[in-house]
Nanobody, 122 residues
Framework: VQLQASGGGLVQTGGSLRLSCTASGRTFTAYGMAWFRQAPGKEREFVAAISRDSSTLTYGDSAKGRFTISKDNAKNTVYLEMNSLKPGDTAVYYC????????????????WGQGTLVTVSS
C-alpha cells in the first residue's frame, strides 16, 4: 500500500484545513487508517484513527471536538477535517494504514505516507 498525503498549508488561528490521504495498491477497504503528527523537536503524536468499515473512530486528546476523521472507500481516501486550528497544531501530519484496526498504536501501522506540513499562524 502506498499512501499519499496532501492538503497541508498555512492557515491562521481559528481557521480550517482538510487533509487527504489517498491509498494505492491493495484493497483500501481492508485497512484501518490513522493520522499522526509530529511537531519540531517533539515526539510523534496520535491524532485520529478509523476502522476499515468506519464503525470505530478514535481521537487523541488534542483532536477531540475539533477534528473529524472520515473514509471514502470508493475514492481510496481518508480525510482529516481540522477546525478551530491553533498554533499548537503546527506539525507534519502523517497518515498510516494497517490491515487491522490499530487505534493510537503507531508501532502497529505498517504503511505510512510522506507527511504534509500544517502551519498555524498566531
Amino acid at each position: 500500500v502506498q499512501l499519499q498525503a496532501s492538503g497541508g498549508g498555512l492557515v491562521q488561528t481559528g481557521g480550517s484545513l482538510r487533509l487527504s490521504c489517498t491509498a494505492s495498491g491493495r484493497t483500501f477497504t481492508a485497512y484501518g487508517m490513522a493520522w499522526f503528527r509530529q511537531a519540531p523537536g517533539k515526539e510523534r503524536e496520535f491524532v485520529a484513527a478509523i476502522s476499515r468499515d468506519s464503525s470505530t473512530l478514535t481521537y487523541g486528546d488534542s483532536a477531540k471536538g475539533r477534528f473529524t476523521i472520515s473514509k471514502d472507500n470508493a475514492k481510496n481516501t481518508v480525510y482529516l477535517e481540522m477546525n478551530s486550528l491553533k498554533p499548537g497544531d503546527t506539525a507534519v501530519y502523517y497518515c498510516a494504514a494497517d490491515s487491522i484496526y490499530s487505534g493510537s498504536y503507531s508501532i502497529k501501522y505498517h504503511y505510512w505516507g510522506q507527511g504534509t506540513l500544517v502551519t498555524v499562524s498566531s
